[in-house]
């Protein structure tokens, strides 16, 4: 079942017809599509060609006479009807840095498509940056919207923002329990971007292997938050590591458990990135 009516993906059709704003940027249709499809895969519409990777070259490379909103009636994408995941990953991939290489204009048409999404409960969002640039993402209005700000750390980022982004899509318990793992995959790369046998030793001397997060997690938070004016602040990282794993594990997962893991993580994650330095002023 969708959630983005017919209606409000007519209106993004005939704002692209309307305003003759080409979908595909300064890419060619055939190169667009590639991006989001096997059209190699896909049959020919054209009696002449056997694929949908040709056909679309002969038609708007060659010929150019089909019309500028071709796809958006083609059955072969059935963007109309397909689902809101594929309908809101086209609309993404039409503001990419790589198609649409102006941020002011991306930023733009974007602001259209939020006008529309906005009654389904939709929204195109900025995610992370490449040269500068912004890449948007889907997201659903009303959900918790975490981890904007990079740690700099470009393994832990990129695997917050897959969280984010699984967890908005995320509608089934195997969905949920996805966003789990992927947040135990987190903490795993954050405590190796920081632990140090050297400087963490752990609280029962038993060295950590690469991926037993909360051993090393443990042991960077007892010796960098030392004393006992840190002891609250000691608490709550312990809790937070304990939530995080804690959920991971849930048999019976849903949004509400899918979305405090996430904040536990998230949580573990600033933590670290301020007694790194990576939040506001680097420590002296």
């Given at each position: 079942?969708?959630?983005?009516?017919?209606?409000t993906?007519?209106?993004?059709?005939?704002?692209?017809?309307?305003?003759?704003?080409?979908?595909?940027?300064?890419?060619?249709?055939?190169?667009?599509?590639?991006?989001?499809?096997?059209?190699?895969?896909?049959?020919?519409?054209?009696?002449?060609?056997?694929?949908?990777?040709?056909?679309?070259?002969?038609?708007?490379v060659?010929?150019?006479?089909?019309?500028?909103?071709?796809?958006?009636?083609?059955?072969?994408?059935?963007?109309?009807?397909?689902?809101?995941?594929?309908?809101?990953r086209?609309?993404?991939?039409?503001?990419?840095?790589?198609?649409?290489?102006?941020?002011?204009?991306?930023?733009?048409?974007?602001?259209?498509?939020?006008?529309?999404?906005?009654?389904?409960?939709?929204?195109l969002?900025?995610?992370?940056?490449?040269?500068?640039?912004?890449?948007f993402?889907?997201?659903?209005?009303?959900?918790?919207?975490?981890?904007?700000?990079?740690?700099?750390?470009?393994?832990?980022?990129?695997?917050?923002?897959e969280?984010r982004?699984?967890?908005?899509?995320?509608?089934?318990?195997?969905?949920?329990?996805?966003?789990?793992?992927?947040?135990?995959?987190?903490?795993?790369?954050?405590?190796?971007e920081?632990?140090?046998?050297?400087?963490?030793?752990?609280?029962?001397?038993?060295?950590?292997?690469?991926?037993?997060?909360?051993?090393?997690?443990?042991?960077?938070?007892?010796?960098d938050?030392?004393?006992?004016?840190?002891?609250?602040?000691r608490?709550?990282?312990?809790?937070?590591?304990?939530?995080s794993?804690?959920?991971?594990?849930?048999?019976?997962?849903?949004?509400?458990?899918?979305?405090?893991?996430?904040?536990?993580?998230?949580?573990?994650?600033?933590?670290?990135?301020?007694?790194?330095?990576r939040?506001?002023?680097?420590?002296?």
């Amino acid at each position: 079942m969708t959630e983005i009516s017919e209606v409000t993906r007519r209106s993004i059709i005939d704002f692209f017809t309307m305003s003759q704003t080409h979908w595909s940027g300064r890419l060619q249709d055939n190169e667009f599509l590639a991006r989001l499809y096997d059209l190699n895969s896909l049959p020919s519409h054209d009696y002449r060609y056997r694929t949908a990777s040709s056909d679309i070259y002969q038609h708007r490379v060659r010929n150019n006479d089909w019309e500028n909103d071709w796809v958006f009636h083609d059955s072969r994408f059935n963007l109309l009807y397909e689902s809101d995941e594929e309908f809101l990953r086209f609309l993404s991939e039409t503001v990419h840095p790589i198609v649409r290489s102006d941020p002011d204009e991306a930023r733009k048409l974007v602001e259209v498509y939020n006008k529309e999404l906005a009654p389904d409960g939709w929204a195109l969002v900025s995610v992370k940056e490449v040269s500068g640039k912004p890449i948007f993402a889907p997201q659903q209005v009303g959900r918790v919207a975490v981890f904007e700000e990079p740690t700099g750390w470009q393994k832990v980022d990129r695997q917050l923002q897959e969280v984010r982004h699984r967890l908005d899509m995320a509608d089934s318990e195997e969905q949920y329990q996805a966003v789990g793992l992927l947040c135990r995959e987190v903490l795993i790369s954050v405590a190796q971007e920081i632990y140090d046998p050297a400087l963490h030793p752990t609280i029962d001397s038993v060295v950590p292997s690469r991926g037993d997060a909360k051993r090393m997690l443990e042991a960077i938070f007892e010796s960098d938050l030392k004393g006992s004016e840190s002891k609250e602040a000691r608490a709550h990282a312990r809790a937070a590591v304990n939530l995080s794993l804690a959920l991971q594990h849930k048999r019976t997962a849903d949004f509400r458990m899918a979305a405090l893991c996430a904040e536990g993580t998230l949580s573990v994650v600033n933590m670290l990135a301020i007694l790194a330095g990576r939040r506001g002023r680097s420590p002296r």
